[in-house]
T-cell receptor, first 113, second 117 residues
């Protein structure tokens, strides 16, 4: 089945710097890749997603890139702010649309003011 | 509009007792999912409901876990004879159900933190 690996597990940056989180997946049929942000004591919230027909998607300070050949995708956050501090999860669809979402183990991002 | 709601927010129980966790999905969403999140871990899929179809129970860790969804809306996750290793945050999500379990955008509730003493 699908296996999603996420790196790094923790990331600390200075306010204003960029943060990059990377994920790899194993199922070549995967075609949907969402990213979720989870703040302490809350459920995960979708921040951006990408489908396999595009290679990059941007929403203000957040961007996601997808390399289907290499089977990896990345989250880029520019001009980080303290409120970006949270745990970020990547996920990949399993068996195209016939399986489930498989999540990475998360990255704890700390943005220091 | 209202998001996914879950109750209770916290539940402390003794080993061997049964617990019921409730999820109210977003109105109009036909798909509903349960996940388990252990401390410092990712989300582990438990079960998926889509409309009137038979649920996908492939993620349930043992026969002590069961879930039902009455009337295509509210869902209850039941854990019988709880064990200490069941301690975790149980998350519910819902989606429109247009595309399929793995490619629909899922919206999560705040979770129920279960502690088994």
């Amino acid at each position: 089945g699908e296996n999603v690996e996420q790196h790094p597990s923790t990331l600390s940056v200075q306010e204003g710097d960029s943060a990059v989180i990377k994920c790899t997946y194993s199922d070549s049929a995967s075609n949907y890749f969402p990213w979720y942000k989870q703040e302490l004591g809350k459920g995960p919230q979708l921040i951006i997603d990408i489908r396999s027909n595009v290679g990059e998607k941007k929403d203000q300070r957040i961007a996601v890139t997808l390399n289907k050949t290499a089977k990896h995708f990345s989250l880029h956050i520019t001009e980080t702010q303290p409120e970006d501090s949270a745990v970020y999860f990547c996920a990949a669809s399993e068996k195209g649309s016939q399986g489930n979402l498989i999540f990475g183990k998360g990255t704890k991002l700390s943005v220091k003011p | 509009g209202a998001g996914v709601s879950q109750s209770p927010s916290n539940k402390v129980t003794e080993k061997g007792k049964d617990v019921e966790l409730r999820c109210d999905p977003i109105s109009g969403h036909t798909a509903l999912y349960w996940y388990r999140q252990s401390l410092g871990q990712g989300l582990e899929f438990l079960i998926y409901f889509q409309g009137n179809s038979a649920p996908d129970k492939s993620g349930l860790p043992s026969d002590r876990f069961s879930a039902e969804r009455t009337g295509g809306s509210v869902s209850t996750l039941t854990i019988q004879r709880t064990q200490q290793e069941d301690s975790a945050v149980y998350l519910c999500a819902s989606s429109l159900g247009w595309r399929g379990a793995s490619t629909d955008t899922q919206y999560f509730g705040p979770g129920t933190r279960l502690t088994v003493l």
